[in-house]
């Protein structure tokens, strides 16, 4: 509701209590004209005439009145205030409005008295309309539509055929009437009888109906439906036995018509408000609790207790919470299965949870919930908030598995690799070193010059291959090149070295941090290893571009593809190298079209420097 209708419907508010004030017509004669008492038509003025203890009007009563008026206006513009749609509060605020400007038959001005008559339950049109609408605010049926229509027009031309025969002035039998009506045909108390009586029969059926109506929706109704809706069935019934009563002591059915059956009809009347400020402060009360729904997100996981609370705080026993679930694009139920959120025809309505603009679930719950938005709203956050830091959870809990398994390779793989050069000394190095010890030997014992400088020959071959095989070890465990040369000159000493052709795109930063020349370098290596012994590759690409922050690197090749990362292979352990200083690495390499690694590598050495 914006402030210039907010200003609007005060204005007119005030513009009628005023008006109504200023008709009243206190003199001792007006205060005990019958003619003039709030609620009563022509038939139920001539019953009321014959009752010699009749209470004059007072300024209780006047209170009354206004506070009966005033409470639909305010009920109204606080429903047209907090609901999604207006419907609900723009009919309590017009039947406010009716129902106060009915207040002018007080005045002993012929047209003011004739209208507030006519106007005396028309107020009554837009509270049906209200009972049927609920809680959408939008009639559901063409029969409905023609129903209440059909209801405001009956409502109109009732008190103008039951007023056209009946002069008041002549038929108050305890007092005098003053008041003069200009609906007056001609005067005949028993053809006015005859009226009132259908009207009264008529009015006595359609209340009836209405509350057959309300009592079928509530037994065929949700609970959630039944939950919101109860404050205001209950006053509607409420509101119609009053009406029913007056109505059959007017036809004298139920004994004559009384002072407390007429001052009845205010509280009756002004149940119907209070009852949409209850349902409206209960939400807020809903709301409120949801403190408690706080708590039960802090201190248990998504599960039942989590939906219990939900349910409890919404009232809706069936609302269902489904998680989404990234990799397969879908939410899914408790059990895992995907669901699909449904559409208006099925009496469920649904709204997704997000956190940051991403899905995170969703819940559905009955349709009728739909008319409390602030209520939603805050069970959106607070659902959102649960989902957000179960997956929060799952994903520590998932970093720290995968940490564990990480340092598991770690270790294995350091292992392996110490194994490895063991290997590789004892077959390697070491045999040729021994070898080179036995020729020396040979050519210490020998005599002959030429077989001496043979051995020799022999020894310094020997010694070279081994001092070979050295180097080749010591480059593997950390390249000598690194150090000297940098990044850029260890790769393209890499490059010199492959038997493929590799093609280098270097756009790297003058001075890199170690542990992150180490990690780019083997992560090149690697690749290119792969490419060459296994991918059958014709060309190699190596592109590597980075800012102040971190190095991004791609390593591309024309291979068969088909690259995996096996459970101990070199793919993994760059993985883990990669994961080991807060970055990330990914292979993409189709059956086919060659292999394509990409890495991503933080320059920052402290992993808590990272964090936000």
Not at 46 to 56: F, I, K, Q, V
Not at 76 to 93: D, E, Q
Not at 150 to 171: E, I, K, M, N, Q
Not at 537 to 546: H, L
């Amino acid at each position: 509701m914006s402030p210039k209708q907010l200003m609007s419907v005060a204005a007119v508010t005030f513009g009628i209590v005023l008006l109504v004030l200023v008709c009243i017509d206190w003199s001792p004669i007006a205060v005990q004209d019958p003619a003039r008492t709030f609620g009563l038509n022509a038939q139920g003025v001539l019953r009321w005439g014959e009752n010699p203890s009749r209470r004059p009007f007072s300024g209780f009563e006047l209170a009354l009145f206004l506070a009966v008026g005033l409470a639909f206006v305010v009920a109204g513009v606080t429903a047209w205030g907090s609901r999604p749609t207006r419907s609900p509060g723009v009919l309590l605020c017009v039947a406010g409005c009716l129902w106060l400007a009915s207040g002018i038959r007080r005045s002993s001005d012929p047209v003011a008295f004739t209208l507030g008559v006519t106007l005396t339950l028309m107020y009554q049109p837009p509270l049906l309309q209200l009972a049927l609408s609920f809680p959408s605010g939008h009639l559901r049926s063409r029969a409905e539509k023609s129903g209440v229509a059909f209801f405001y027009a009956s409502w109109l031309l009732a008190p103008v055929a039951g007023w056209a025969f009946f002069d008041p002035r002549l038929h108050v039998k305890e007092g005098e009437s003053t008041s003069r009506n200009l609906l007056l045909l001609w005067d005949s108390p028993a053809i006015m009888d005859t009226v009132g009586n259908g009207i009264r029969t008529f009015q006595i059926a359609v209340g009836v109906a209405i509350v057959a109506v309300l009592i079928a929706r509530w037994r065929s109704g949700t609970k959630a439906y039944r939950s919101a809706f109860l404050p205001l069935w209950l006053a509607v019934i409420v509101k119609t036995a009053a009406t029913v009563w007056v109505s059959l002591a007017v036809i004298q059915v139920s004994g004559s018509l009384s002072s407390e059956a007429l001052l009845w009809q205010y509280p009756a009347t002004a149940v119907v408000p209070l009852a949409v400020l209850f349902g409206l402060w209960r939400y807020r009360f809903a709301r409120g609790s949801l403190g408690d729904l706080m708590v039960e997100v802090g201190s248990a996981p998504v599960g039942d207790r989590l939906i219990g609370a939900l349910r409890r705080s919404v009232h809706d026993p069936t609302l269902t919470l489904l998680r989404w679930v990234p990799d397969q694009e879908s939410f899914v139920d408790e059990n895992g299965v995907p669901q699909s959120l449904p559409d208006a025809s099925t009496g469920r309505a649904s709204m997704v949870l997000e956190r940051h603009g991403v899905p995170v679930g969703a819940l559905i719950f009955d349709e009728a919930l739909q008319d409390q938005p602030q209520l939603l709203a805050a069970v959106r956050s607070a659902t959102s908030l649960s989902l957000e830091n179960q997956q929060m959870e799952q994903q520590l809990r998932d970093q720290l598995i995968e940490v564990r398994r990480s340092r598991e390779r770690i270790v294995t793989a350091g292992d392996s690799r110490r194994r490895q050069l063991e290997r590789d000394l004892h077959d390697g190095a070491q045999q040729r070193l021994v070898a080179v010890a036995m020729e020396l030997a040979r050519a210490n014992r020998a005599t002959d010059l030429r077989e001496v400088q043979n051995l020799v020959g022999q020894a310094s071959a020997e010694l070279s291959g081994a001092l070979d095989e050295l180097r080749e070890l010591a480059r593997g465990v950390y390249p000598p090149s690194l150090r000297e040369k940098g990044l850029a000159g260890s790769l393209t000493a890499l490059a010199e070295r492959s038997s493929v052709p590799v093609e280098l795109d270097l756009k790297t930063q003058n001075a890199l941090p170690a542990h992150v020349e180490v990690a780019a370098y083997f992560i090149c290596a690697e690749a290119v290893t792969n490419a060459t012994k296994y991918a059958e590759a014709g060309s190699i690409r190596i592109c590597i571009n980075g800012d102040d922050r971190e190095m991004r690197m791609e390593v591309v090749d024309n291979g068969i593809g088909g690259a995996r990362p096996g459970s101990d292979g070199g793919l993994l352990g760059i993985a883990d190298r990669a994961a080991a200083l807060g970055g990330s690495l990914s292979i993409d390499s189709p059956d086919g079209k060659g292999t394509t690694v990409r890495a991503v590598l933080p320059f920052s050495a402290d992993p808590e420097g990272d964090l936000p």
